[in-house]
């Protein structure tokens, strides 16, 4: 786990024969990436795609059950929301370290970390959902005779799901980001290129897997955005 | 066609209802609330009796306890003392949610569901009691009919969103009256459209209701609302205390007390010319004095001094014909039925009508 | 378990050497998220002030959401070499966009009805902002602050690998210290992100207008 301190020149990988780019070190080299992308570049990005979105769906089961016993029982929506908050704040690395005594430098070690960076905003999200939902629209529902369960499922969660898709957004979006540093616990996702490259700075290397994570980011922000124009079509009708 | 439809439509919804035969009456008997935590009650030995069929204003200031009278109803309030019974049924003896869903429930800015379709809005509660697909598709074109939202394909799909507020109010009453509850409780649920068109829904929302006879609460804050609507009015003041329960012409005519004249206001005189059309007088006066100049041929042209006259309808109230007839510094209105001379009305009678004329609603609200 | 144990002791054999680091680790989060506040708040405020660049701020927060610190920092390695410059101007590029975002929403979602009335008093466009926007806004400003600074302290641990300094030398660097050292930097780390965090709420406390308290419900900001 040492010697992430860099050498001062860089060192150019030895990939068999280089460009001038590669040898130059330049910005990106183009060909540099296309040639190594099949063997540096698409297994992390898989593992990673894999990593986010384990993180996200156990994340979001968790918060999502936790939001709805904060809602029906609201002294608990405290004490949740302080332990998530908490959570959240910790720095990643930090945590990764701190879980490693028990966990070790497994797959398991980087999900229950990443797991608690997406329990607070989906949190918040769902219970910022529901309260949302205007006080006449329950009162209706209520005054029609649907039960806790029935107004739950016909009007409360439908109304919250605007505010819950835009968490699962930000959670998602952040858990790409994060991911990247599993890379110091597991040889695993886009962190892990880039920490190889480190020691001896070859920028194509960093800015190609930076680039991945970020474009990943947008992709998965996108399908989402699309869900949520599928799961709500009201939101789009105006006179 | 379109009458023809929301008549057909109309008086099949009659058909299905139960609320003409069997006793659908709401009674407060000596009805208190108080709010955990308040001193002051909210509602204070409450007895009146709404029989079936008819359809009485709670009216007051607010802090009245209108609307907690009216939450009292499906229990979204709990009863401090006392007891309310629909029909026979005293309201404890149901579960909540079971005597909600006999009971139609229709609020201020409608309370849509914002997420749902007009179809789905108005098939909420017929689709928790599991009725099946075709009879909630057809009780739903039903009801659009009756709130005269036609054509009605035309409205099915659409969203709150996509709705004005008077619309929306349509499909808050359609969606009320879904499951053909014998009730109806209605907290101020034109309050928040424009005088214009709370006219017209108030309007068709009288036809709806004399089509359908449901027993309707209707809270409201708007005194001439409540003389437009009502069989009979419950007026409540601060305390929760009733002042008076009666019918218009007799709220307006004997006030019960100094907060009751005050609460009708200034205008209370004009109000009450408000309960009377100008036909109603012409058919009072034409009765009693059965002079000749009554039965005057219909199309006759007016005599010289009263050309100058204006022409009201015969469906308008005393009030609106004798704004008219101030404005035009006359000395009378000639009535008309569109191209029919009904006769004509002098100011004397429009301010002073004949006495059996004020009464006729009245008498006719309480159906004893 | 052990290690977690054993994390106490080190912390009291080798406290200089963990002060030292949480020294340094405060100096390299703090620097930019100062330069960062310096010029963001002031953009932001003005941009929401005169109501423009919303594309701007929504993309810039989009952006540093999904810009992996770790990459960041890679890329500055190679662009600006080793060193506490290159952790800086990581750490500053991730602490602008929450607080410029911030900033800008919080000025700019000030109710309108609120700030025509100011102008209907005959308030100039520089005492609306003064007066009316910055007092509402500020909790939301505070906010942004708030996120930035966590984001800081905490990405300063992974900028050790630019050569920086800071716990994450500790943190990263098992085969000096120990599992034992390794655990008790990071938890070093965790509580003073924490404080940091904590800080922010009690000034957020202190800085709402007592009429719009309620506004705090801003909370954890993302």
Redesign the interface.
Known sequence: ??????AGD?VIPDYGQASNCVID?G?FCTDWFADQWSSVFWPPLVDHIYMVLIAVTIGFVVAFTAALIAYRKRWLAGPI?IAA??L????????F??L???TGLTLLTVEIALVCFTL??IF?AVLAGLAAV?D??K?????????TN?LMR??EL??A?PSIISGLR?AT??T???A??A??VVDSG??SP??K??SS???TQ??A???L??LL??VL?GLLVLLGRIL???TR??? | MTDTATATSATSARTSSTSAETNSSIVFDNVTKTYPGQSAKALDSLSIEVKSGELVCLVGPSGGGKTTAL?LV?R?VDLSRGEIRIGDTNIMDLS????????G????????????TVAENIA??PS?LKWDRKRIEERTKQLLELVGLTPVDAWLK??P????GGQQQRV?IA??LAADPPVM?MDEPFGALDPITRMAVQDEFLEIHRAVGKTTLFVTHDIDEAIKMADRIAILKPGGLLAQYDTPAEVLANPADDFVAEFLGAERGLKRLALTTVAEVLGRSRARADDAESRRAPMSSPPEDRVDWPVVAGTMTLREALSLVSAAHSHGARVMDGDRHLGDVTLHELVCPPATAVDARGTAGVRS | ?D??VGAFPFMVANLSLLLEKAGEHLLISLIPLLAAILIGVPVGVWLGHIHRGEFLAVSIT??G????????I??L???VG?GMLNAMIALFLLAFPPILSYAFQAVNSVDADLTRAARGMGLGSFQVLMKVELPLGLPMIISGIRTAA?LT???A??A????SGGL?DV??????YG?EG??A???W??VL??LI?QFFVLLLTLASPAGVKHLRRA??A?
């Open positions: 786990m040492s010697g992430f301190a860099p860089p070190n910005v929301g908050t908490f959240y704040t910790l720095p990643p690395l930090a945590l370290q701190l490693v005594p028990f607070v905003i918040q205007p006449d629209v009162r209706a529902a209520v005054g029609m005779g649907l039960d029935q016909r009007v439908p109304l799901l930000i979006v952040l790409v980001s994060v990247t540093i890379a110091f886009l962190g880039i920490l490259a480190v700075p070859f920028n960093f800015i897997a930076g680039a994570a970020v980011a947008f922000d709500t079509p009201w009708v105006r006179v | 939450q499906n979204l909540p949610i079971e005597l909600r869903r006999t009971i429930y229709a609020i201020q800015q409608s309370g849509l569901f914002p997420h749902c909420t509660v928790i659409r969203y969103g996509q709705l004005s808050g969606r009320a409780l | 378990m290690v977690v989009n952006i959401r999904a810009l992996p610190s770790l990459a960041l890679a890329i390695i190679g662009m080793i966590v302290v905490s990405s641990t992974i050790t690998i630019a050569g994450g943190i990263l660097n098992q085969v000096a599992m390794v655990v930097a990071a938890l780390v965790a992100a924490i965090d909370s954890v993302v």
